[in-house]
């Protein structure tokens, strides 16, 4: 009987590491040299979806450089996964085991080739208030195949996060609208006061020391 438990734990082994990294790179960081906060973002891309490394390193390139409204330098680490099938999705009981194999640094963000949970949003954020049934998922944001508006897209899940807030905005440009817009990439300063000291409180940002 002890023999038949191991080897079931040990299948759960070879499961997690079914997940595999197959190159890492950083991203050129956008120079903010009024910062108050950094913010390093783990990005994961799959192997075998339709995101190709060049459109991601684009659209994450300039959702960073959103955050320096807020006097946030984002730099932002990409890394490419070699994962079964089912990780390449959203899908919350797959994507909880995938973040278990995986122990990402977070916040975490996944480029996914769609979403199968229901209602199928084109991109969603997990904080801290709706990880309660799902804590791996905190501080994470799932991105799918849709290729439209997607810096602002990224940015805005983004903004969810550290916030760990659903709150949205009606204000014309501002990028907490609830329909994406390539024009919708402004934060008001109360926005940017809430996602620094949320992120800040869930070390999800760093602050710079302050020069004397
Ligand atoms: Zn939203």
Redesign the pocket.
Known sequence: MRTAGLALLWAGCALAQGIETLSSETLAPAAVPTASHDLRIAAHLFEGTRWSPGEARAALTAAGALFAQCGIAVSIDLHLLRAPRRFRYLYTPDSRELLRGLAPRKPALFLVEDTRNQPAYDAEAVGRANARTRPEMADTAWITYTRRDLPVVIA?EMV?VLSDS?S?STEIGNL?N?DSDPGNTRLTPAQCETLRARGEANALLAPRMVKP
């Open positions: 805005h969810h659903g949205h907490m609830e």
